[in-house]
């Protein structure tokens, strides 16, 4: 099972780009940046625009904690860059706004849940693949 989830821009619901539909990297270097310390997923190595955008970005605040950096967006004090699954009650409260990027192959990025077709799995794991995978689907429901 596999749902799309693309890294684009979260910011509050009142930023002058939450009116826009897609952004450009060049719109977003106009604005503070507000940064997850550590890397990146692997797969967002597939976009080298993205890549190179996140490089010449000086980030008013790093942090390794979620809470914080939410905080920090709900008060405005820049936009970060995630996918939009780690902000859903929010966005859906309208405290926030997710918006992707006007790049095409990080559009692309999906998040899965993948076996071994060779592996035999117990009838415990099957049943934990059968609700992480309705899970997956109730996200993406969400999103």
Same mark, same amino acid.
């Given at each position: $099972?596999?749902?799309?989830?693309?890294?684009?821009?979260?910011?509050?619901?009142?930023?002058?780009?939450?009116?826009?539909?897609?952004?450009?990297?060049?719109?977003?270097?106009?604005?503070?940046? +507000?940064?997850?310390?550590?890397? +990146?997923?692997?797969? $967002?190595?597939?976009?080298?625009?993205?890549?190179?955008?996140?490089?010449?970005? =000086?980030?008013?605040? &790093?942090?390794? =904690?979620?809470?914080?950096?939410?905080?920090?967006?709900?008060?405005?004090?820049?936009? =970060?860059?995630?996918?939009?699954?780690?902000? +859903?009650?929010?966005?859906?409260?309208?405290?926030?706004?997710?918006?992707?990027?006007?790049?095409?192959?990080?559009?692309?990025?999906?998040?899965?849940?993948?076996?071994?077709?060779?592996?035999?799995?117990?009838?415990?794991?099957?049943?934990? &693949?059968?609700?992480?995978?309705?899970?997956?689907?109730?996200?993406?429901?969400?999103?």
């Amino acid at each position: $099972a596999s749902i799309s989830a693309p890294i684009g821009v979260i910011m509050s619901a009142g930023h002058p780009l939450a009116r826009k539909r897609r952004l450009e990297f060049d719109e977003c270097r106009r604005f503070p940046a +507000l940064v997850q310390e550590g890397p +990146l997923p692997r797969a $967002a190595d597939i976009d080298a625009d993205f890549n190179a955008f996140r490089e010449t970005l =000086s980030p008013k605040l &790093v942090s390794n =904690s979620i809470s914080l950096l939410k905080h920090a967006i709900h008060h405005n004090m820049g936009l =970060s860059y995630f996918t939009k699954l780690g902000f +859903l009650r929010e966005i859906a409260d309208g405290e926030l706004v997710w918006r992707p990027l006007a790049s095409r192959a990080i559009n692309t990025l999906r998040l899965g849940l993948m076996i071994p077709t060779e592996r035999h799995l117990s009838i415990v794991a099957t049943h934990l &693949v059968d609700l992480l995978t309705r899970r997956l689907r109730d996200v993406e429901r969400a999103a």
